[in-house]
């Protein structure tokens, strides 16, 4: 009988962490329904206000309005800042405090690699924010 190769054993894995990719998928998509059901489920009654680019190209979404709460108090609602708060959440409970399933995951070469890129275009945003916010004479 042939030797596996290394792509077999990568597939093997695969398909058995395929069941709790799925199940985290829908843990995700769960959550962050349920953070935008109060707000998706009334969103005729809040205006669009999408960020673009200077080509006009959408770089996020965001809407204000008001909520049943009051309608005295406007709101704004970012899209985006509030899935990078899930990705923190995520990234804390798998990367930084791996259960001891998940250990192996997070120390391979590839997640490795993968995570130091995702710290390090954060990084590069946040110096550059900082720097253009120095740099602007009307801040």
Known sequence: MPERTVEDRLREQY?????????VTEELETKIRHCLLGI??????WEPDPV????GELLAFKYYG???????????????????ALFWEVEHAAIYKPSPRLKGVTQSLEMQERT???????QAFEEEFER???RDPLV
Do not use: G, H, W
């Open 15 to 23: 398909f058995a962490l395929l069941p709790d990719i799925r199940r």
């Open 40 to 45: 998706s489920s009334r969103l005729d009654s």
């Open 132 to 134: 253009q916010v120095r």
């Open 116 to 122: 130091t890129k995702v710290f390090k275009a954060l």
């Open 66 to 84: 008001y909520c049943e709460a009051s309608d005295k108090v406007r709101a704004e609602f970012q899209v985006v800042p509030m899935l990078t």
């Open 52 to 55: 673009r680019d200077k080509n």
